[in-house]
């Protein structure tokens, strides 16, 4: 059992806040990934719950009991590094053992312990190695194993996959996903790959400059992003941005026009005058070729990835749109193309780039 | 690297240049130490090897109280300079502030000041303290002497183990006791042992100070060697069979020890 409590919390480098006040709630066995991009915060943040940094405000609570002035070791949570961080002069089981060793705990139980751990991550040939004649990947079992071994309320982790090449990031992203699965652990994990983020969450944070932008489910992020950098960060390629301004706003939703002329009702609500500046998002995937679209443009550029077709359009508002499309498109540079986008998918922003309300929440989220 | 034969011989020769260059000294003090004194003057390579420089040199002097106070100084020396080094290096290497640098840099400038600048005050304050010809007093000028050195030497191998790998023995319940024995001590101690040996052949081979805050009882083997070149006039021989004795313990050593003194000067380059 382990809930986590962030309350109002700020880091501050002397005048420097880079953490500018944070207010989160993470529930029992809850996958938590903080996203966002270099040098928004999430790092720092996952280290200040971890202890290694201290809280300059503000309050965070485990199980409801306020651990701001305890060590790393007293919080009960275990760390799994980017740089794996292992102890190079130590075996494979001593790496593993170390902490229980610190905690006197009899070498019998603690044997059964790491054993137990390298079990579970089919380590038990190399316990007698050291890290250095060990893969990149056996090299993360035995960090995260090192965190089973002490059985913590909270699993944190701080990029563990960007060390390791494509083929092993997938492997080991399912592997933690079953991590989590079989220990019923709350884990907190820090990256800035969307995909991980999207597969292993259950609640997504979405950082950016100290703040948090969005908190939810990946699916809520993804249908429902509540601004601009949101919708831009989740997803990919990323959302198209265009510049729109209203027509009229019925029940209906909000009409407004593209840049070429044409017009488009977008199933959004919200308090805006004809004439408004807003900005239209349209997601790659919500956008295919039509005879009838509303949107016209040129292609510029095509990337064929097999499953997948990549159009880069140049539109009559001379904006750069990007469509995905399913499977092969015959479609070639300099070909003129009209493109429709499904309605239910489009997003609109206001001048301070925050999301007008959906009139309908997508079936999937809650 | 493809080198050509005339280049690969050209840099051996200068190797051996060099090496003959530097041993010359020593090769000749030896030579000189067996030989009598009046063989002595003259830069002669043929001559009767005798061992009465050395004896007389034993009959003059009490040689092994001189390398002993020599051991125990620079044993002492080198050993207090550590126990301040250690934990000073670490904290500066993992828990700097902005003053560190500043710190390390001041530490090296005192190296830079001739030490007969404080001459005069140190021995007023060794005449006051009662430290004046102890192995005591001689073990804390030394082990003050060489601070700026290892903590230096220090910083830079500590500056090479990843902080994580320290902050993970955190996260595993290490107290900074704990980070230090359990997890730095064990990755650095190539580092931590040359920096040891460097310390005990500069205090070993220190003159300035052992001659001038030491008479008899604390006097080291430095001493004993400047005590040859006395009232009287130079004995070539007699000098250089004092002098000879004075360097052949540490002579020993640092052959012994020296893979482990270049692999822990270069642990930064090679790596």
Known sequence: ?366 | MQQSLASRIAIALIGWAVALLLFFPIFWMVLTSFKTETDAITASLVFHPTLVSYAEVFQRANYLGFALNSVVIALGGTVLALLFSVPAAYSMAFHPTPRTRGTLLWMLSTKMLPPVGVLVPIYLLFKFTGLLDTRTGLIIIYALMNLPITVWMLFTFYKEVPNEILEAGRMDGASTWGELVHILLPLTLPGVASTGLLSLILCWNEAFWSLNLTSSQAAPLTAFIASFSAPEGLFFAKLSAASTMAVAPILVFGWFSQKQLVQGLTFGAVK
């Open chain 1, 1 to 366: 059992m382990a809930t986590l409590s962030l309350r109002n919390i700020r880091k501050a480098y002397g005048p420097a806040e880079v953490i500018k006040g944070v207010d989160l709630e993470i529930d029992d066995r809850e996958f938590v990934v903080f996203v966002g991009p270099s040098g928004c915060g999430k790092s720092t943040l996952l280290r200040m719950i971890a202890g290694l940094e201290p809280i300059t405000s503000g309050e965070l609570q485990i199980d409801g009991v306020r651990v701001n002035e305890r060590g790393p070791a007293d919080r009960g949570l275990a760390m799994v590094f980017q740089s794996y961080a292992l102890y190079p002069h130590m075996t494979v089981a001593q790496n593993m053992g170390f902490a229980l060793k610190l905690a006197k705990v009899p070498a019998a139980e603690r044997d059964r312990k790491v054993r137990e751990a390298a079990r579970i991550l089919q380590l038990e040939p190399y316990l007698e190695r050291r890290p250095k004649d060990l893969s990149g990947g056996q090299r993360q079992r035995v960090a995260i194993g090192r965190a089973i071994v002490r059985a913590p309320k909270v699993f944190l982790f701080d990029e563990p996959l960007s060390n390791l090449d494509a083929a092993l990031r997938g492997q080991t992203r399912i592997e933690i996903a079953r991590l989590h699965e079989e220990l019923g652990a709350t884990m907190i994990y820090v990256t800035h790959d969307q995909i991980e983020a999207m597969t292993l969450a259950d609640k997504i944070v979405v950082l950016q400059a100290g703040r948090i932008e969005q908190v939810g489910s990946p699916l809520e992020l993804y249908h429902h992003p509540a601004n601009m950098f949101v919708a831009g960060f989740i997803g990919s390629p990323r959302m198209n941005m265009l510049p729109v301004s209203v027509l009229e706003s019925t029940a209906a939703g909000i009409t407004v026009s593209l840049p070429s002329g044409a017009a488009l009702t977008v199933p959004s609500t919200g308090d805006v005058a004809p004439g408004t500046a807003l900005t239209l998002g349209l997601r790659p995937e919500s956008l295919r070729p039509d005879p009838d679209g509303q949107l016209a443009g040129t292609v510029k550029l095509v990337e064929r990835l097999g499953g997948l077709t990549l159009l880069h359009v140049e539109t009559e508002g001379r904006e750069d749109v990007i469509v995905q499309i399913e499977g092969l498109s015959m479609l070639n540079i300099n070909h003129p193309v009209r493109l429709a986008a499904d309605a239910a998918a489009l997003h609109l922003f206001d001048a301070a780039g925050m999301a007008l309300p959906a009139l309908t929440r997508h079936s999937l989220v809650a």
